[in-house]
C-alpha cells in the first residue's frame, strides 16, 4: 500500500511528546529522529540511550523499525522508550514516508 508523508505527520504527533524532527531538532525525552531510516540504532551524539537501545545492534531499515514501532519493548527488552506501539500497518508505512522526509543533520 502507499506511504503517505502527509498522513504520517499525524501519526508522529503522539511521538513528538518526546522526539523533535527536522531542521534544528535537538534531542529531549528521545533522542532526535532525523536521519533514522538507514542508521545504527544508539548512534544520536549527545543523547544517553539505555544500555539496551545502545547496544541492540539494530539498524534502522524500514523492516527493523517496523518490528520496533510495533512493540517497541519486544523488539528491544530494556529500552526506556514509554511507547505502547503503533499496530496499524497503513499507519506504520505513513509514518515511515514522514520519516524519511528528514536526512541527518
Ligand atoms: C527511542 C521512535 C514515541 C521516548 C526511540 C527510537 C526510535 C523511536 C526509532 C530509537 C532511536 C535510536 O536508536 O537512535 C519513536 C516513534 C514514536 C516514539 C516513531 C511514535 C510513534 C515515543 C514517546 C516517548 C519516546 C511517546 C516518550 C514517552 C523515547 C526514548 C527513547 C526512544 C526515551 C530512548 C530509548 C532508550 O535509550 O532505551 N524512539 N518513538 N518515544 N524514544 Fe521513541
Redesign the pocket.
Given at each position: 500500500s502507499a506511504q503517505d508523508a502527509a498522513a504520517g505527520e499525524k501519526?508522529?504527533v503522539?511521538?513528538?511528546?518526546?522526539?523533535q524532527i527536522g531542521e534544528g531538532a535537538k534531542n529531549g525525552?528521545?533522542?532526535a529522529?532525523n536521519g533514522?531510516i538507514g542508521?545504527?540504532?544508539?548512534?544520536?551524539p549527545g543523547?544517553?540511550?539505555?544500555?539496551?537501545?545502545?547496544g541492540?545492534g539494530?539498524t534502522?531499515d524500514e523492516a527493523t523499525?517496523r518490528e520496533?514501532?510495533k512493540d517497541?519493548k519486544a523488539k528491544?527488552p530494556?529500552?526506556?522508550?514509554?511507547?505502547p506501539g503503533?499496530k496499524d500497518e497503513q499507519r506504520t508505512s505513513d509514518?515511515i514516508a514522514f520519516?524519511k522526509q528528514f536526512d541527518a543533520d
Open positions: 501519526v508522529f503522539v511521538c513528538k511528546a518526546c522526539h525525552v528521545g533522542p529522529l533514522l542508521r545504527n540504532a544508539g548512534s544520536v543523547y544517553s540511550y539505555s544500555a539496551a537501545n545502545k541492540s539494530l534502522w523499525f520496533y514501532i517497541p528491544i530494556g529500552t526506556k522508550m514509554i511507547y503503533l509514518l520519516l
